[in-house]
Every structure is written in C-alpha cells, then in structure tokens.
C-alpha cells in the first residue's frame, strides 16, 4: 500500500478533472488493484478543515508515511514572498509544499503550472508563481536545483495543459509498485517513456509535413498545420498521436495544430497577439524549424519536396 | 472537372495577360514578420475580397521569380503543384510556378 497525497496550488483543477477521466487504469483501479491509498485528493478528499490539518501535519511528523506527494498548480509566493495569496489549511500553501516535499518518499509535479510555471507564470507573473524545480527552463523552482525526495530522485515531472490521464496513472503505478527506478528521465525532469517522442510522431498529417502541403484552415483534413497555423508538433516532446486522447483522436487529427503545451517555454511568447495558431516567420521563412533542421536544408528540402508532391496530397483523401 | 479546369485555365491566362499588359502592383514592402504578413492578409480581406484586380495588386504579383533567392510560387506552401493554384484562401486564385507575389512563404 502506497499513500499519496494530492494537493492543488495555483490551478485551474485541469490536471485533477484529466486524471478522473483515466481508463485502463482508472482513478479507482488505482486503489483496487494498485494499492495506492489516497490520503486526500482536492476532488476526492472527504475530510475537511481542521481533519485536513492534522492529516498534513501527521505526513510532514512522519506520523503518516508519505509515499508520494502530487503537486498540480504553481506554488504562489506572493505578495512579497510570503504566498498568502494561496492559503490552504490555515497557512500559505507554499509552507505546506516546503514540507511535505521533505517528508515524501517521491514528489511528482503534475501539469505545466506545477512543473514549469505554465500560464500563472506568464509575463508578468502577478502571483510570483514557480513550478516546484522549474521556473519556464530554467532549473531551479521553488525546491532549488538541488531538490531530491528521500527516495534519492528530483521532482518528477509530468508537464500538459492538462497531461494526459494515462501519463499520470501510469507514472503513479510505476512508483507505487517499486518500478520508480525504471522511470527514466530527461534533462527537464519528464519521464522519456512518454517525452522521448514528438508531437509529430505518428501524426495522420506526417505525409502533408513530407510534402510541403499546408492546412490553411483549422479542421481542414488536407494539409499538415506547421506551415501556416503555428503547429509545434515537430518541436514538442509528447506522446499525443501514439497514446490518443480520449483513445481516439488528437488535436492535429482534428484539425488543430498543437501548442507544446509540454514544453517549459509554453505558452509560447508570452501570448502576444499574432502569436498564437500563426507560424512565426522572418521574411517567408519559420523561425523555428523542426528539431535538428537547419535552413538552408529546409529551403533545399522545400523544393525538392514541392516539385516532388504527388496529386493526391492535394485533395482531401479522408472518406467518411 | 474538366469544365472546372477549363475555367481555371481561362482565369490562368487572364491573369497572365494583366500581368504581360504591365499591372502594377505593389510588390514591396516584403512582409518581414508574421504580423506584418497578418496586416497584409487583412488588408487584402477588407480592401480587394473578391475583386481578382485588387488582389492581384495588393498581394504584389509578378510573371517572373523575385530576388536573389529567385523566390516564385513552385517552392511556396500556399502553391498546388498539380493544380496550379495558390491555396492561401484570401488569394485563392490560378497561377504560374515562374509567378511570385509578397505572401511568399515557405
Ligand atoms: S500537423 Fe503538426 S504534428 Fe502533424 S505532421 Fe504537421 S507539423 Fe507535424
Ligand atoms: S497536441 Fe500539443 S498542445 Fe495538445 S496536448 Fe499534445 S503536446 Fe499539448
Ligand atoms: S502566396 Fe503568392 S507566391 Fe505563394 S503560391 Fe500564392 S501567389 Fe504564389
């Protein structure tokens, strides 16, 4: 039995209301067949005011084991570092998370506000909002850098707006069953069995992308959406076209382009208008090419592929 | 279909003898950025919307490639290869792979 306790700071519950919908395994099948105890969860708990209290302060004593610690939402520090701004359980959230990052054996940060910062910590940051080891890219957070659980590893994270609820549970099944130390992990802290691949791998547009045919209008199932409607897929690490949402679909299968929303620079520049569902470009060429792609090899590439593209990437090939 | 495409090949050479005759259209400024690109693009909804001339215009068209870079409509991502045809839908018309206009993109 693994007793994990789940606590929301700076959030939207997006993370909370993703992991709810999970399915092979579900919520439930967690604490039925994987032996994991949930102490308290925002959506879940049933205890309240001052039993909450005592639950916590029992896991920071060591009264209770704390197994895993989730942290979805950014830790808050203002006003003037002091984090009264989110005040959770009679004290600023941001002591509790102090606190129990000691105390647990592993500390998974859940979502883009908890791992990176995500929206809350978009220019200018009003609510002086860190992800727990991160703020954006760089390394550091609210734990510092140096930041290891008792079990000997650095904050977990699982990054998505919101992630995908098989990325939570399966991560959660892993530490639960003692396979943590299977769980390998990149230079921002993700998992690589889900943030080794890219957006891009295994999307339905991947022939579009090799010739050079562009989407020119959301949902439009001809044409790869990277050219015009600023789709991040070949420079996003997530599994969104080999684990599909809903276990049917995905964002660039319907249409839509994706918005690395796993990357700690999301949302990309800061939001100013004309930035978002547009490709950036510097006279007619991407500023930012797909990884490992230069531009000279991209206009080279470009041509080639044009003058090579067959007539049926042209059309709609999709039949109802 | 083949009316379709005799039509388009009558929109084809209209063009064409507009741009021979010497249109003149606005061929710079190039636009530098994505918003520059977004500005254009409104400008060619509000000013010309269907009207083929005003489009011609605004967008910059020419019958010959464009620059160092001989940048023209074969390499562009709104260009149709096998249809001749620019699918950037606020221009949306017939062209020439030789052609070139300002919402040039790759
Ligand atoms: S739609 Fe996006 S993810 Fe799909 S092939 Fe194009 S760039 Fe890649
Ligand atoms: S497709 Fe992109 S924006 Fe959408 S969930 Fe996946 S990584 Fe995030
Ligand atoms: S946008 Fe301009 S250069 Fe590109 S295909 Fe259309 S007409 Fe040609």
Redesign the pocket.
């Known amino acids: 039995m693994a007793n994990m306790l789940w606590l929301q700071g700076g959030a939207c519950s997006g993370n909370t209301m993703s992991f709810l919908n999970a399915e092979e395994p579900s919520a439930c099948d967690l604490v039925t067949d994987f032996g994991i105890n949930v102490l308290w969860q925002p959506s879940l708990g049933m205890d309240m005011g001052e039993n909450v209290q005592k639950l916590l302060r029992d896991c920071v004593s060591g009264a209770i084991p704390l197994d895993i610690f989730v942290f979805e939402g950014t830790v808050v520090n203002a006003p003037n570092g002091t984090g009264t701004w989110n005040r959770f359980a009679g004290r600023p959230m941001k002591d509790w998370v102090k606190e129990l990052t000691a105390a647990a054996q592993f500390v998974v940060a859940l979502g883009d506000c908890a791992t990176w910062g995500g929206i809350p910590a978009t220019a200018p940051n009003p609510s002086d909002s860190k992800g727990l080891q991160f703020l954006k890219k760089q390394h550091g957070g609210f734990l510092g850098a140096n930041f290891k659980s008792k079990a000997g590893l650095p904050v977990i994270n699982i990054p998505g707006c919101p992630a995908h609820p098989d990325w939570v549970t399966q991560v959660l099944v892993a530490v639960a069953t003692g396979r943590a130390g299977e769980l390998e992990l990149d230079d921002l802290q993700r998992p690589k069995t889900f943030f080794k691949s ?3 791998t295994g ?4 022939m ?2 090799a010739y050079k045919v562009s ?1 020119t209008e959301f949902g439009q199932r001809k044409g ?3 050219y015009d409607l600023g ?4 420079m996003t690490h997530s599994p969104c ?1 080999r684990i599909l949402w809903n276990r049917q679909s995905s964002k ?1 299968r319907a249409g839509m ?2 918005l690395g929303c796993t990357e700690p620079e999301f949302p990309f520049f800061d939001l100013a208008p004309g930035s978002v569902f547009k490709t950036q470009t510097m006279m007619g060429v991407p500023k930012e090419l ?1 990884e490992g792609v230069d531009k000279s090899a991209y206009i080279k590439l470009t041509a080639a592929a044009k003058s090579a593209s067959p007539a049926w990437a042209e059309k709609d090939i999709f039949v109802i | 279909m083949n009316h379709m495409a005799n039509g388009e090949d009558v929109l084809r050479a209209q063009i064409a003898s507009m741009l021979k005759a010497g249109l003149e259209t606005e061929i710079t400024p190039f636009p530098e950025d994505s918003n520059a690109f977004a500005q254009l693009l409104q400008r060619i909804r509000e000013e010309a919307g269907s009207v083929l001339e005003k489009k011609l215009v605004i967008g910059g068209f020419t019958d010959y490639p464009m620059g160092e870079d001989q940048q023209r409509c074969q390499e562009c991502m709104y260009y149709l290869n096998h249809r001749r045809w620019c699918d950037l839908p606020e221009l949306d018309v017939p062209v020439e792979p030789d052609w070139w206009c300002r919402l040039w993109h790759i």
């Open positions: 890219f957006t891009q999307c339905t547009r991947n579009h992308f989407a790869c959406l990277f789709c991040r897929g070949p076209n660039t382009p994706c797909p």
